[in-house]
């Protein structure tokens, strides 16, 4: 079974692919971390994330980088959904999260397009939302425990480029797939989050 759980920055799909995950026994693909590396590996080769060949000689980066710490802040999201702009950059991913999702007993994947193009036959198609507001309030608490200094109104300027470019880019943009289940999570603690779209797997499981 594929379970394929796309949504926009900051929605909460990463927790919730990862809870589904576990529920079902099945490997988890978190699909932002490749276009991470790949933002990454651009500038640690002084490259430019908005030059398309720059970007796509990055995705033949380091796969040791995939367990890199600092690939988890908002640098390397920022550089991310830059690269990700590019057709070649997601061609060059496509291959390895396709044999991801199709491995013998299934898998659960998270990013932008799961759904619609990396496996539009998934099982189950989860699309995780929230409003634009809630997101960056969950992002900048989460940035505050961490202790990174960031302001209110600077975690949400930095929320809504990056859905403006994930949603307006021509190739693959962020939207659900027509068959997708949309969570919309903003009044949900991430408990409730969690039960919410275990349910939903659970009933695609038993139709
Ligand atoms: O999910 P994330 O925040 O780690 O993703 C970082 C960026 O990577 C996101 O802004 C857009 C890009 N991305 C993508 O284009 N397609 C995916 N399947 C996953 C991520």
Redesign the pocket.
Known sequence: MIVAVDGP?ASGKGTIAAAIARHLGLPHL????L??AVGWTVREHGGDPDDPADAAAATAFDPSLLSDERLRGEDA?SL??RV?VHPEVRDALFARQRAFATQPGGAVLD????GTVIAPDATVKLFVTASASERARRRWMELKGRGVAATLAEVERDIAR?DAR?IGRPDAPLKPAADAFVLDTTPFGRDDAIRAALDIVEAARRS
Request: no cysteine; net charge neutral; charged share 35%.
């Open positions: 920055t978190d699909t932002g971390l276009y991470r999201g991310a959904s990700s990013g932008r397009d799961i990056r994930d």
